[in-house]
């Protein structure tokens, strides 16, 4: 019992670890993807083109989420 426990957290620390947006945008960019995909909307380069830039863009909204001032 101790190893799955120590298995799900691991897993818990390697795919939300210390900001859990940014695991939340790339499984959500992964989620666009394959929808793309399936609905053949691009072709392998497109799927590419638009997976990086979705990642990218989902970093920096979280970026720009955690270094906004706090309201007081």
Do not use: C, H, N
């Amino acid at each position: 019992m101790k190893f799955l426990k120590s298995f799900g957290q691991f897993w818990y620390d390697f795919i939300i670890g210390d900001d859990w947006k940014i695991g939340v945008a790339v499984l959500t960019a992964l989620v666009v993807l394959f929808v793309a995909m399936k609905a053949e909307l691009f072709g392998d380069t497109g799927l590419t083109l638009l997976g990086g830039a979705a990642v990218v863009v989902a970093f920096a909204i979280s970026l720009a989420i955690d270094v906004r001032p706090k309201k007081r």
